[in-house]
């Protein structure tokens, strides 16, 4: 792989890491990790014995978000593959969000955009102080797609989506923490410990009703706003590319 590793623990037996591994572009997530990301998810969906995942990215950020150099449609070529092109996001949204496994997302520095959606996926989330967030698409001229909105509706509720997604404001690790977009911060230098350490207190429990009680929530999260509320991601996102 190229945009990303899956390491397993060697002194946590259950245990594997995803570090998305693009450093000199700050993990910006293009086609390739896309497809890097989906083959990953869909390994571990046939690993039971890997219980915990944790997602980090490489050097100082966990993601800038989505490469605007790559616009992964389709020129000239069929709507309907331009349409199945503009859904890349969702299917690997969808992806790390229906893993069996518990996953905790590691926020090492920035994190914008699809970066936040894909955080929003993840069950929980651990940042370091020096963290920060945004999500600028409209100033950006574009749509949030991803079946983004859904997910934050549920983590952030209504008025906060609505002030973040529509002024594209930057927002602090200790705001993100006050809003309950994540559940602690630490030094960045003891992050990944401290993701560690939660993994290692996750390990220890009975896995079947670990797993069971990871099935519920995210059964009850859809519940609250369903995904299908954004059904025409794809059609917004491609009718933006075009304008």
């Known amino acids: 792989m190229n945009t990303l590793k899956l390491e397993r623990d060697s002194e946590l ?36 014995a890997t219980r915990v995942v944790i997602v980090t990215g490489a050097g100082r950020a966990f993601s800038a978000g989505a490469d605007l150099t790559d616009r ?16 890349t996001g969702n299917v690997t949204a969808a992806a790390l969000e229906g893993l069996d496994q518990v996953t905790i997302g590691a926020v090492n520095g920035l994190a914008v955009g699809g970066a936040v959606v894909f955080l929003a996926c993840l069950d929980l989330r651990l940042a370091a102080e020096s963290a920060w967030f945004s999500i600028p698409e409209i100033d950006l001229h574009i749509p949030l797609t991803w079946n983004a909105l859904p997910r934050l509706m549920r983590e952030l509720g209504p008025a906060r989506t609505r002030e973040l997604v529509m002024t594209g404001d930057r927002f602090t690790a200790q705001q993100a923490l006050q809003w309950g977009l994540v559940n602690h911060l ?58």
């Open 186 to 243: 630490f030094q960045e230098d003891a992050l990944l410990g401290q993701a560690r350490a939660l993994a290692a207190k996750l390990l220890k429990k009975d896995p079947l009703s670990l797993a069971l009680t990871k099935s519920t929530t995210r059964a009850l999260a859809n519940l609250m706003v369903p995904i299908d509320a954004t059904h025409s991601d794809r059609e917004y996102l491609l009718f933006a590319s075009r304008s």
């Open 72 to 87: 992964a449609l389709a020129p000239g070529g069929s709507v309907l593959e331009s349409r199945r092109l503009a859904g």
């Open 13 to 48: 037996a259950g245990l594997a890491t995803i570090t998305l591994n693009r450093p000199e572009k700050l993990n910006a997530i293009n086609s390739q990790m896309h497809a890097e990301l989906q083959a990953v998810c869909a390994e571990l969906r046939g690993d039971s």
